[in-house]
Nanobody, 119 residues
């Protein structure tokens, strides 16, 4: 069983930055592919970024490339999402998720943290 707890959301002006954190439990955290997703009001949840267990492989949706950076610290069982040059369209609830099998099937989810970007 894996538990994920996000933090770091808040209200920021357009052009600003936030760093989201995700604390994970579970003995085999370092084996999991980790990801960040988001859901804006009235929209479906969408994938934002993912990082492999070894930190060597990352992937982003086009709309955040060059602005967001996903990283992880396996020793601390933490995953981060550094978000720079934020835009109002980045406003959403952001979720941390864990894929235990490496097939991009995220079986474990956090409760989410709200990010609001004002124009």
């Amino acid at each position: 069983q894996v538990q994920l707890v996000e933090s770091g959301g808040g209200l920021v002006q357009a052009g600003g930055s936030l760093r989201l954190s995700c604390a994970a439990s579970g003995r085999t955290f370092s084996d999991y592919v980790m990801g960040w997703f988001r859901q804006a009001p009235g929209k479906e949840r969408e994938f934002v970024a993912t990082i492999s267990w070894s930190e060597n492989i990352t992937f982003y949706i086009d709309s955040v490339k060059g602005r967001f950076t996903i990283s992880r610290d396996n020793a601390k069982k933490m995953v981060y999402l550094q978000m720079n040059r934020l835009k109002p369209e980045d406003t959403a609830v952001y979720y941390c998720a864990a894929d235990p099998n490496g097939g991009l099937e995220f079986a474990y989810w956090g409760q989410g943290t709200q990010v609001t970007v004002s124009s």
